[in-house]
Nanobody, 117 residues
């Protein structure tokens, strides 16, 4: 069973930066994509970014384009999210996720990102 463990959340002032990391273990099938969602208090979980291993292509939500960068290493089972120019509206619990080649999704436990204005 795949397990995802996130790290790197915290409190930062608006305009600052944070880097989130996610490490996967226990894979039994190859990974298709890894990425991040976030959920602000009282709101639905929303897509942030993902990386497709087969094409080495990154995808971003419009709200984070130009500020966030996703990177990863499929061989090392890791994905990172560099978040720059953070805004108060980026405050949320950030969840790492992975889809395997059978399109089964695994979620991490989440890490809190708080941006003070």
């Amino acid at each position: 069973q795949v397990q995802l463990v996130e790290s790197g959340g915290g409190l930062v002032q608006a305009g600052g930066s944070l880097r989130l990391s996610c490490a996967a273990s226990g894979r039994t099938f190859s990974s298709y994509t890894m990425g991040w969602f976030r959920q602000a208090s009282g709101k639905e979980r929303e897509f942030v970014a993902r990386i497709s291993w087969s094409s080495a292509t990154a995808y971003y939500a419009d709200s984070v384009k130009g500020r966030f960068t996703i990177s990863g290493d499929n061989a090392k089972n890791t994905v990172c999210l560099q978040m720059n120019s953070l805004k108060a509206e980026d405050t949320a619990v950030y969840y790492c996720y992975e889809d395997d080649t059978l399109h089964r999704r695994t979620w991490g436990q989440g890490t809190q990102v708080s941006v003070s204005s």
